[in-house]
Structures are given as structure tokens and as C-alpha cells.
Nanobody, 125 residues
Framework: QLQLVGSGGCPVQAGGPLRLSCVAA?????MAWFRHASGKEREWAAV?????????TYTDSVKDRFTVTRDNLKNTLYLQMNRLKPEDSAMYYC????????????????????WGQGTQVTVSS
């Protein structure tokens, strides 16, 4: 059963902004963005717990440049990427975990069982 559909990726120039979108068929309090660059292992970029209050954790390489937001009315998760670098080029995936408490919503503890199809992001110099 497909739960997530991602979109918004396109070739961009270094330094430019880009926003990715992920539409979920059902809600989840624990969501994450992963990325997988060619020749490298998949890594997490950001994890959000959308309960009250919201909690977002970013990996060091994207801190102060990427921002995760959520539109509950549209049931959509966004990844706003600013000041993009060539090393940000990767396939980006939206993922969700179900039944995860706030303290377990992180890249180490949460099991992300629902994945989007992936969106290619290419950043040129």
C-alpha cells in the first residue's frame, strides 16, 4: 500500500533554493527525510516529530540550510533547502514511522517502514 508520494526535485545551481514535497495518504507523527548519493551510503537529513510541540533534528551537514515543515491540512511534508551545494546532490526520500513516541523519533531508534519513491536532486557548480 503506497503511503507517500514525493515531488519537487529538479536540477538547480549551487547556492539556489529548492523545496521538496511529500504527500502522505495517512498521518504520522514521526517523519524523516533521507538522501542517498551515488557511491555513498544512505544517510538521514532531518527527522521531525509533529506532535505538540514540534521537534526537528537535522544532521550536521544540513543544519542552518534545510528546514522541515508540515502542512496538516494538505497532509504534506516539506523540505526547504537553501544555499545548496554540489555535495547535496542525491536521491531524496521521504519516510514515515508509525506508533513512535517523541523520545524514539530519531534516526537511531525509529523504524521507518513507509517510504516515498524518491526524488533526484542535482546541484551544479
Amino acid at each position: 500500500q503506497l503511503q507517500l508520494v514525493g515531488s519537487g526535485g529538479c536540477p538547480v545551481q549551487a547556492g539556489g533554493p529548492l523545496r521538496l514535497s511529500c504527500v502522505a495518504a495517512s498521518s504520522s507523527n514521526c517523519m524523516a527525510w533521507f538522501r542517498h548519493a551515488s557511491g555513498k551510503e544512505r544517510e538521514w537529513a532531518a527527522v521531525m516529530y509533529s506532535g505538540i510541540p514540534k521537534q526537528v533534528t537535522y544532521t550536521d551537514s544540513v543544519k542552518d540550510r534545510f528546514t522541515v515543515t508540515r502542512d496538516n491540512l494538505k497532509n504534506t511534508l516539506y523540505l526547504q533547502m537553501n544555499r545548496l551545494k554540489p555535495e547535496d546532490s542525491a536521491m531524496y526520500y521521504c519516510a514515515a514511522a508509525r506508533g513512535v513516541w517523541r523520545s524514539d523519533c530519531n534516526s537511531d531508534s525509529a523504524r521507518f517502514d513507509y517510504w516515498g519513491q524518491g526524488t533526484q536532486v542535482t546541484v551544479s557548480s
